[in-house]
């Protein structure tokens, strides 16, 4: 029998590319991230110079301090994981490998790329579908380096229509193919690209989402539309895609760990939205489901489902959505939440920000227990 994943500790993983951290780097407001991740942040199109966590103003010619400790702690503990157990890819990247494994690698992808390569070239001149599967299945193998692929996006403008069509095919591993180089184009966030990407292609991300074509391709997917949410009006088209309701029906197929704390982080940015705020209240488990998942799946996924609560409470709190949230526990998940030592400090400031919001239309629901009311903050 497998062996199970092992779980990532939710301070090795990087807020912004939601992956283990390979190169920690701090900023002035305390926050890790991983350096390639920050880095684009603050060289993105509008020139953000703010933490993404705390939303706090960075200086210009700000420095990034590497936090070595971090990156120790990290290694430390992939060397750790048994290397029997199925973990994320990512994770075995980091584990030490010895000299003639390194040299027994080299030769196998040498090999395969020189292969893999040449396969390409015979299929660039293949106009059918077949043909084009066969190739995004090739590019998604390779490990292209980030410069090199933006150059293939850029001299190939019929990238992204040839990514929807193969998302189309009734073909499974085609479809994960593809998400999982759509994932690889956002992560190396090639702004021209990104922008320019259609509603067609990002319906199609959500459908692999919505069809949960394999447990890689959801994962990929999920990736892709969290890199993808912040850019132009990208965030209206996943909603209105439908994407909120297969994040919902996702969360209620109880997926493993990992699966959910990246499903709330996409929430958590389509919840920034009014659209996305909108189907979420209107989605009959929409509000019952992030509750769920306070204090039941992870630290990070407590997090990121309060995020999620807090959004709807700011904006989107009319008395029928005050009193689902009272009626199916929501209320109460955030007064233990109070008192919880699963919840790091930050989470606990939100949990208290919505209970005061809103303090005198809970109070005096006959849907909180006492024990919850003994909970609830003064």
């Known amino acids: 029998m497998a062996s199970a994943a092992a779980e990532v500790p939710s301070y090795f993983v990087c807020p912004i590319s939601l992956q283990l951290m390979r190169d920690p780097v701090t900023l002035p407001t305390g926050i890790s991230y991983d350096r390639a991740a920050i880095a684009r942040w603050l060289a993105a199109p509008g020139a953000r110079r703010t933490c993404p966590v705390t939303r706090q103003p960075l200086e210009h010619g700000l420095e990034l301090t590497p936090n070595h400790t971090l990156r120790r702690l990290i290694q430390s503990w992939a060397a750790s994981v048994s290397p029997g157990s199925a973990v994320d890819e990512e994770v075995a990247a980091l584990r030490p490998v010895s000299s003639d494994e390194v040299a027994s690698l080299l030769s ?18 293949d106009a059918c579908s077949t043909a084009r599967e066969e190739a995004v299945g090739v590019l998604a193998s390779l490990r292209i380096p980030e410069q090199e692929l933006i150059g293939v996006s850029t001299r190939h403008g019929n990238l992204a229509e040839s990514l929807t069509a193969v998302l189309r095919s009734s073909n499974l591993q085609s479809r994960a193919h593809a998400v999982q180089l759509v994932r690889t184009l956002a992560d190396a966030v090639v702004p021209a690209w990104v922008i320019g990407l259609n509603a067609e292609l ?20 999920l990736h892709a539309l969290a ?11 996943i909603v209105g895609a439908g994407a909120v309701a297969a994040l919902v029906e996702l969360l209620l197929d ?7 704390e990246l499903a709330l982080a996409v929430l958590d940015r389509l ?55 009272a009626q199916c526990g929501v209320v109460g998940k955030l007064c233990l939440a109070l008192r919880s030592e699963q919840c790091g400090v930050k989470t606990k400031e939100k949990a208290h920000e919505v209970l005061k919001l809103h303090s005198r239309v809970w109070r005096a629901s006959p849907c909180l227990s006492p024990s919850f009311l003994a909970l609830y903050p003064s």
């Open 202 to 221: 990002l319906a199609e991300v959500v459908g692999v989402v919505r069809d949960r074509v394999s447990a890689r391709a959801t994962k990929a997917s």
């Open 271 to 325: 919840c920034t939205c009014a659209e996305g705020r909108a189907e979420l209240v209107a989605h009959a488990a929409g509000v019952a489901v992030v509750g769920k998942k306070v204090l039941r799946v992870s630290e990070a996924a407590s997090e990121r489902a309060v995020r999620v609560l807090r959004s709807v409470a700011r904006h989107a709190a009319t008395p029928a959505v005050l009193q689902e949230m």
């Open 227 to 237: 890199a993808l949410c912040p850019y132009g009006r990208h965030r209206v088209k």
């Open 254 to 260: 109880e997926p493993e760990r990992r699966v959910c």
């Open 108 to 125: 196998d992808a040498a090999a395969a790329q020189v292969g893999a390569l040449r396969r390409l070239r015979e299929l660039a001149a």
